[in-house]
T-cell receptor
Framework: SQQGEEDPQALSIQEGENATMNCSYKTSINNLQWYRQNSGRGLVHLILIRSNEREKHSGRLRVTLDTSKKSSSLLITASRAADTASYFCATVSGTNAGKSTFGDGTTLTVKP | EAGVTQSPTHLIKTRGQQATLRCSPISGHTSVYWYQQALGLGLQFLLWYDEGEERNRGNFPPRFSGRQFPNYSSELNVNALELEDSALYLC????????????FGPGTRLTVL
């Protein structure tokens, strides 16, 4: 399995509910980033959490990082239909010469 | 401030042909990354250019190549196209020497018939 694996692969919820996506990785990291992609378009950066941080917030987004378990979670609170998209985590480590390694993503569908 | 731009938006080629994709990074960004995203899948790292030099490449055959120009724009070339090269090709840029977020372009959809 590859670095930066998201779980679940797909998630369907009702508007107003919270959505939680998880990401696991294998090697030590410099930071971990979450991105969003709307149906085959470019990715938009959501949030970056550094290896020495445990939690970060941005609006309705909350990201946690557990380096001992090599995992991260993205929580979207009070979801909206407009949150429907694919979400990717990307890891950056000093050993991969600055490139980000992306997982296969979680497809989130928020039903109105 | 203009974002990352890519051209063309769509490209249709036949097997065996060559494709050239272009990317212009955000002004001030010297690092350019290329990714391949097959339908429904995640991003596969292709190439990383910084300050005009290739810094790293992913597990792709040599027929995938590219370059970065003095103005930091970049070109991705795919020779001897195969059907499985059909994908969305994404370019991203960021400031050199940082591990911060990448800014993505809208992508080029390459279809090989």
């Amino acid at each position: 399995s590859q670095q930066g694996e998201e779980d679940p692969q797909a998630l369907s919820i009702q508007e107003g509910e919270n959505a939680t996506m998880n990401c696991s990785y294998k090697t030590s990291i410099n930071n971990l980033q979450w991105y969003r992609q709307n149906s085959g378009r470019g990715l938009v950066h959501l949030i970056l959490i550094r290896s020495n941080e445990r939690e970060k917030h941005s609006g309705r987004l909350r990201v946690t990082l557990d380096t001992s378990k090599k995992s991260s979670s993205l929580l979207i609170t009070a979801s909206r239909a407009a949150d429907t998209a694919s979400y990717f985590c990307a890891t950056v480590s000093g050993t991969n010469a600055g490139k980000s390694t992306f997982g296969d993503g979680t497809t989130l569908t928020v039903k109105p | 401030e203009a974002g990352v731009t890519q051209s063309p938006t769509h490209l249709i080629k036949t097997r065996g042909q060559q494709a050239t994709l272009r990317c212009s990074p955000i002004s001030g960004h010297t690092s350019v990354y290329w990714y391949q995203q097959a339908l429904g899948l995640g991003l596969q790292f292709l190439l990383w250019y910084d300050e005009g030099e290739e810094r790293n490449r992913g597990n792709f055959p040599p027929r995938f190549s590219g370059r970065q120009f003095p103005n930091y724009s970049s070109e991705l070339n795919v020779n001897a196209l195969e059907l499985e090269d059909s994908a969305l090709y994404l370019c991203a840029s960021r400031t050199s020497g940082t591990y911060n977020e990448q800014f993505f372009g809208p992508g080029t959809r390459l279809t090989v018939l």
